[in-house]
């Protein structure tokens, strides 16, 4: 029940947001030639439109000392380094989800996943090979992160649960999990800040 709610809340909330978006953009059809700068004409009077960049607001980070300031200047270093390859997981996954969907049948798709597991793996072993184990562990979690599914539930849908247990096992032998998930407002909190930050370019 709380489900349904919350999907109706969902539905008209974006509903109203487009017919507010709509509006506007009727009212916009007056734009004023002034180069980067929206507005429009309401009666006799002028109206800037002005587009806001989102801004980050996080408490400072008081560091009670330099252990502590050196795993922060580490977790920073770790997620620029693993942060463009869980992306470049979540880009690889649409991609591949929709060429797919183009093939003929079962035996096809299976055909093409097994090859571009093999590519994959050929092309980017040397620099994963390079990652330590902290820095491999991260990545797992960003995959979470970036694609909402952990890299044991992703393995699965695509190349079958045989195989997601498979690399499972193989990285547990390194203390690792393919189904840990990320939690951002949790234990990952500090990891998510940092996120923010790599992704706006302020750090």
């Given at each position: 029940m709380k489900v349904a709610v919350l999907f109706l809340t969902v539905c008209f909330t974006t509903m109203h947001a487009q017919d507010t978006?709509?509006?506007?953009?009727?009212?916009?059809k007056k734009i004023l030639p002034t180069g980067q700068q929206f507005g429009y004409?309401?009666?006799?009077?002028?109206v800037p439109i002005v587009f806001l960049k989102e801004v980050l607001v996080f408490q400072p980070l008081n560091f009670k000392?330099?252990?502590?300031?050196?795993?922060?200047?580490?977790?920073?270093?770790?997620?620029?380094?693993?942060?463009?390859?869980a992306k470049l997981v979540y880009e690889t996954l649409i991609e591949t989800y929709e060429y797919i969907e183009t093939l003929p049948n079962?035996?096809?798709?299976?055909?093409?996943?097994?090859?571009?597991?093999?590519?994959?793996?050929?092309?980017?072993?040397?620099?994963?090979?390079?990652m330590t184990l902290s820095?491999?562990?991260?990545?797992?979690?960003?995959?979470?992160?970036?694609?909402?599914?952990?890299?044991?539930?992703?393995?699965g849908a695509f190349l079958g649960?045989?195989?997601a247990g498979?690399?499972?096992?193989?990285?547990?032998?390194?203390?690792?999990?393919?189904?840990?998930?990320?939690d951002p407002k949790g234990k990952d909190a500090m990891t998510?800040?940092?996120?923010?930050?790599?992704?706006?370019?302020?750090i």
């Open positions: 978006l709509r509006r506007t953009e009727l009212k916009m004409i309401e009666g006799t009077d002028t000392n330099e252990k502590e300031r050196t795993e922060y200047n580490k977790l920073v270093r770790d997620v620029k380094k693993t942060l463009p390859f079962d035996k096809a798709r299976d055909k093409h996943l097994k090859q571009m597991e093999k590519d994959l793996f050929k092309q980017y072993k040397p620099e994963l090979k390079k820095q491999g562990k991260l990545l797992i979690k960003l995959i979470d992160r970036e694609c909402h599914q952990s890299s044991y539930k992703l393995v649960s045989f195989r498979f690399w499972n096992l193989f990285a547990g032998l390194f203390g690792a999990s393919l189904k840990t998930e990320y998510e800040r940092v996120c923010q930050l790599v992704e706006r370019k302020l």
